[in-house]
DNA sequence: CATGAATGAGACTTCATTCAT
DNA sequence: AATGAATGAAGTCTCATTCAT
C-alpha cells in the first residue's frame, strides 16, 4: 500500500501482535467472537486478513491470547499495589479496590470480563486458565484482608468468601454493563462508574464495621483517572 | 412415528411455541446466539428444522421473543409481591430482594442476564426493550423504598441509585455466574448462590442502615426453593 | 430451480450419492484430488455446493468413498467369474484377463488406479485399504493359477509373483494411460487398448508355456464390449 | 547464519536450480504437484520461499523444468547406450532394458513417470513434450530392435507396438509403484523391483522368440546398480 | 542475491432459510 | 401442520506471489 520507510518494517512487525490482540479485544468486547469476523479484526489492526494468520493460527487462538495477555497484564499490577501497604483493612481494600478498579474500569481491559463471560462455555480451556489466574488470586488477596480486618476486630465476623463478592461483585458488574447495555443506551441511563466504585465499597465496608456507621465519612470519588488506555 | 392421539396433538401443538422458547433459551444462554445453529433448538425442542419457521420468521426474532418472553413473566411477579406489602423497607427489601432473587435465580429464566449482556450490542432493539422492561422498573421500585428508608430515618442519606446498585448487581452478577464460569468449574469452587443472596443483602443493608450494626441479626438462608423450573 | 414433479423427489434423492461418486470419478481421474474444487463436483452431478456436504462430511471422505465403491464393485465381479471356471490354467487366465481386464479398461473404474497411484501418498488410510481389497485378491487368484499351471507340466517353473505382475501390470499401465497420457495426445498415437490386452496376455502366455511357441494361436480382439459404463 | 567462504558461496549459487529440482521433484513425486507448497520445495532446497522465484518465475514453471530436465538426462543416456552395440536382438534389448532400467528404477527420476502421469491433464503443453521427447523416442528406438527381430527370424512375426508395450510398460509400472503403493506399504509386500526387471524381459523375450523356450536361460539378476544418485 | 513479511484471491465448509412433499 | 432436502451466501483459513529491506 503505502511505501514504508526504511527501518520500520522491523517496528512494525514487533508491534503487530500487540495492534492484533487490540483489536481483537475491541470486536470480540462488542460483537461477540462468533459474530466477529477475522477479516474485521484484521482490518482494524490496519493490516489484511493473511497477516493475522501469520501471527496467530486461528481465530481461536487470537482468543486465548486476548484473555490471557489483558489479564495477566492487570493481575500483576493488582498484586503490587497490594504488597506495599500497610494499614486497616478498611483502608486497604478502599484503596486496592478503589484505585485499582476505577483504572481498570476505564481500560479497554474492563472489556476481558464480558468477553470471558460469554465464551468460556464455548472454550472450556479458558475456564481453567480464568479461575486459575484471576478469580482465585484475586479471591485469595481480598479475602486475606476481609480476615485479618475481622481477626483484629476491625469487621464483624461475617462469611469472607461473600463478603468479597459482596465487595468485588458489583465492580466487576459495571465492567460489563460498560460494554454491553451501557454501550447501547442514549446517555440518559449513565451510571457513573468512578462515582459508584468508590460510594459501593463504602457502602460495604460501613456494612462490614463494628463501628456506627456514622463515624464512616462520605467516600471521595476519584480524580480523573491517572492512566487512559483508551485507544 | 409413534401414534399421537388427536387430543395430544392439540396440545402439542399449542405447547410448541413455549417448549422452542425454553430450548432457545437454553442453547442461547450457553453457547451465545451466533454459535446456535437454529437446528439445534428445534432438535432440542423435538421438533423439525422446519417447524421452528413456522413458529418464529428468522433465529433473530425467536432470541426477541426468547427476551421478552423470559422478562415479562418475572416482572410481572416482582412487581405483585412489591405491591401487597407493608413493613420497614429494610423487611421491605430483604422480603422482596431475597425471595424473588432466589427463585430467579434458580430458574432458566436466569439466563436472561446472559443473554441481554451477551447480545445487546449485536440488536440494538434489545436494549431499549430491555431498559424499558426491566431496568426501568425494577430500578424504579427498589430506588423507592431506598428513599423512602431514606426519608423515614432508617437508612443513612446515600445515593439512591448508587444503593440499588450496590444490592442488585451482585444479584445479577451471579445469575450471569451461574450460566458462565459456574457451568465449568468443577463443583470445588461452588459460590452458593442461595446463602450468598440472603448474605450479601443483609450486608448492604446493614451499611445503609443507621442503627448499630450488633442490632442486625444474621440472616436466614431461604428454604428449598417452592417453585421448580426444570423443563 | 425447475420444478419437480411429485415423487420423483424420493428417487433423487436415492441417487445421489451414486451420481456424486461418478462426478468425483471424473474430475479426480482428470484433474487430480487436490486440483479439483468440491463445487466442480457439485455441479457435475447438478447439484449445489452445499448438497454435497449433505451425502458426504468432507472432500476427503468422498475420496474415500469413491474408491472403496468402484473398487468393490469390479472385483466382486472378477471374483465370480473365475470361480465357476474349469479349463487349462492358459485358457482361465486368457478368459479372466481378458474379458474382465476389457470390461474394466473400458469403464470408469478404470480411473480408480490413477487415483490410487496418485493419491496414495496422501492419504495412507487408502494404501491399507486398496491393498488389502485389491492388489491382494488379484494377485492371490490369479497366483494361484500360475502356479497350478505350473504343477500341471503346463508352465515353465519360473517366479510366479514376478509372472503375475508381467501379466497384470501392462493392464494397469494402460489403464492409466487411458486417464492420462491417452487423454491429452491427439489421437496419432492412440494405443487401442482392448487389441492390446489380447496380444499382450497372449504374449506372457507363450512366454510361460512349455510347447513350441507356434502352436498358440494368434489372440482375437474381443468383441465391442458387452457392458457399458459410460454415463 | 554461518559464515561461508567466498568460494563455497559461487559454487552454491550455482547449484541452486539443480538443487530447486532435486527438492521439486521430490516433493512433486511425493504429494503431487498442487498439493506441494511452493515454500516446501524452498526448504527442502534449503533456501528462502523468495529465493525460489528467483530462479523459477511460477510454481508451474518449476514443474515443467523439473519434468525436462530429468527426462533430457535420461533419454540421452539410454539412446548413447543403444548407439554402440551389436548382437541379437534378444541381446540387444536385454542389455538397453534391464541395465538402463534398472539404473532409471534406483534414481529419482524413476519419478517423473509418475509426474507426468499425474499432471499431464493440467498441464497440456507437458503431455507434447513428454510425448515427442520420450514416448516416442523410446518407442522408436525399441520397436526397430524388435522389428529386426523378427526380420532375421528371431523372433515370431507379433504387431511390433504391441510388443514394445508389453516389454515396457510394466517397467514404467514399477517405477510408479515405488513412489506411489510401494511407499506406503510396510515392507510385507515389497516387490523386488531388480529381480522382477530381469525376469519379465526375459519372459517377453520367450514369448517373442521362435526357439524352444528351454533353451532360454534363466535371467541373472543385474549387481548391485552402478550409480547412486541417492541425494 | 537473498529474505520473509505482507497480501488477497480462492478453497473448503457451515448454516439460515426455503419449499416441495 | 410438519418435514428435511436443497440452496448459496458467508466465514475460516491457505498459499502463490510480490517487494521492501
Redesign the interface.
Known amino acids: 500500500m503505502q511505501t514504508t520507510d526504511p527501518a520500520q518494517r522491523r517496528r512494525r512487525k514487533e508491534a503487530r501482535p500487540q495492534e492484533l490482540l487490540e483489536a481483537a479485544l475491541a470486536l470480540f468486547v ?6 466477529t469476523r477475522a477479516e474485521e479484526v484484521a482490518a482494524l489492526a490496519g493490516v489484511s486478513k493473511g497477516t493475522l494468520y501469520l501471527y496467530y493460527p486461528s481465530k481461536e487462538e487470537l482468543l486465548k491470547a486476548v484473555i490471557a495477555h489483558y489479564l495477566s497484564d492487570r493481575i500483576a499490577e493488582g498484586a503490587a499495589q497490594a504488597a506495599g501497604f500497610n494499614g486497616s483493612a478498611t483502608d486497604l481494600l478502599q484503596s486496592i479496590l478503589i484505585d485499582w478498579w476505577t483504572q481498570l474500569y476505564d481500560s479497554p481491559a474492563a472489556g476481558v470480563f ?1 468477553l ?7 472454550f ?1 480451556e479458558i ?1 481453567g486458565f ?2 486459575r489466574e484471576v ?2 488470586r484475586a479471591h485469595d488477596l481480598l479475602g486475606r484482608i476481609v480476615r485479618q480486618g475481622i481477626d483484629q476486630g476491625e469487621f ?1 465476623p ?2 469472607v ?3 468479597v ?2 465487595l468485588v ?2 465492580l ?3 465492567c ?1 454493563h460498560r ?3 451501557g ?3 442514549p446517555a440518559d ?1 449513565h ?1 457513573d462508574g468512578r ?2 466504585i468508590a ?2 465499597v463504602h ?8 463501628r ?3 463515624a464512616l465519612a462520605t467516600p471521595p470519588v476519584p480524580p480523573i483517572p491517572p492512566r487512559s488506555t483508551a485507544p
Open positions: 462488542q460483537k461477540g467472537f462468533a459474530a464480558k470471558v463471560i460469554t465464551e468460556v462455555r464455548n472450556p475456564a480464568y479461575h478469580v482465585e464483624r461475617v462469611d468468601d461473600h463478603a463478592h459482596s461483585l458489583p466487576v458488574m459495571i460489563l460494554h454491553s447495555l454501550a447501547c443506551t441511563w451510571l462515582a459508584f460510594q459501593h457502602l460495604v465496608l460501613a456494612g462490614l464495621s463494628v456506627p456507621p456514622q
